[in-house]
């Protein structure tokens, strides 16, 4: 087991966030967490980087406890987010901006390589690369933040929302881009609002609710499920 | 003409005496959005404890004057910046979750407390840096007689902000400090440990400001344990007049605000020193509230 979350329960001062929720990742798989608005699943996504804290529960990264160490030492083992909104450092180069993804990367043969693969993925990154990264498209803004996460060589990916704002067939780039990230060995979470295009990408999937988890299964059960498509997937499964 | 160029001179020095306190505080606003109110106290401890190194190891006897002046820079830096990483773990740290306020009113009453434990060890008077360690001589340049003091203190203050400027943009602890400042929370997630970029800035910004202080006491010869409020209120000016949280814009902020107050103060009255700098605080809030080099781009959404 890659990473483990058990009985997790985080609170945001006096408001509970979420409610003790477990899932488990393998190396190698694409997981998806699917959820309406202030389900929890950034909140899992931090707290699993380390930028929260948890109130009660664990997480377990290749069976060691992660869950009391700052943030710096997760990157460093392997745990690299793509957060939210994209957050790239606007005033710096999109270069800079990579180089800063691979802060904890001393190996610079590694680093210059990792670098040369992005690159070959996002092109266009490399067009643009003394560019302003705040100068660039919403989509190329994307793809600098996942090249950004994928610089400091991880193991495990956490995406946040990488479809947000974003036009369809560029998302349609973005996620035939994960699969072939993952086919390089790097397992993914991926936390989404486009719940057919997450669920059609990921090996399985889990829906949260309010701070809890409702439901887990494959991927292709998520979307043959009656009540998924209801809720998330504008109930478009008998038609299909 | 003369007298220009003698008034654009001194400014200049002043000026860059102001840039350096600048950067302190624009330093450590880029990265906690917090104006370090005990920072001009800090300079204020470059000056004293320049003075006392100055006088009690008598390095310029000893090593001659270009290395025994290399010497007390450098010991007062070290020592000036150990204050300021003590300042932020005693001050700061504690109140890093609390509200901005907070951490503000903290500000105030480390410069109250620094500015009164300077007073009670030195005395309140004015203290004398000793004439006759400091060159008097004078540089002929282009039949223009300038105070060697004066031009080694612009050199100084220039080369200083070039160094610095470098390493915030070319060295890998340098781009965390600038990621840090655009988004801590981002900055985390590339691995950077924001304490420490913190830490770093709270080194940095008081090492500058110890040298500021011990360039106004070599420059002028006389320090007081309250000139820290002056010199820091200025340097407050110059840091918006760049645009606070944007280095180069302190540097230039500092050289130009040193520049409009020397050239007003000879050519208005010497009585509306302060008032023009003041003035011009209040013109660049309304007029350009960002300051002169604030936001190059905006963040897309």
Redesign the interface.
Known sequence: MLLEVKNLHVRYGNVAALHGINLHVRQGEIIAILGANGAGKTTTLHTI???LRPAQGEICFESQPIHQL???RL??MGI??A?E?R??????TVR?NL???A??CDDKAQVAKTQRWIYELFPVLAQRHEQ?A?????GE?QMLAIG??LM?HPRILLLDEPSL?LAPLLVKAIFQTLWEINTTGVTIVLVEQNARAALKLAHRGYVMEVGRIVLEDRAEALLANPEVCNAYLGGQANRE | MEEFIQQLTNGLAVGGIYALIALGYTMVYGVLKLINFAHGDLFTYGAYLGLTLLTSLALTDRLGFTLGMVVLVLMVMGLVAVLGAILERAAYRPLRESPRLSAVVSALGASIFLQNALMLIYGARFQVYPDNILPTATLNIFGLYLPLMRVLIVLASVLMMIVLYVFIQKTRIGTAIRAAAIDQGAARLMGIDVNRVILMVFLLGPALGGIAGLMVGLYYGQVNFTMGWVYGMKAFTAAILGGIGNIPGAMVGGLLLGVIEALGAAYLSIAWKDAIAFCVLILILIIRPTGLLGERVADKI
Not at chain 1, 87 to 92: A, D, K
Not at chain 1, 134 to 138: I, M, V
């Open positions: 980087s380390g930028l700052p943030a710096h990157v460093k690299a987010q957060p909104g957050r790239i450092f606007g005033t710096l800079e180089n800063l993804g802060f904890t302003l705040g100068t660039l498209s919403g803004q950004r996460a400091a704002g």
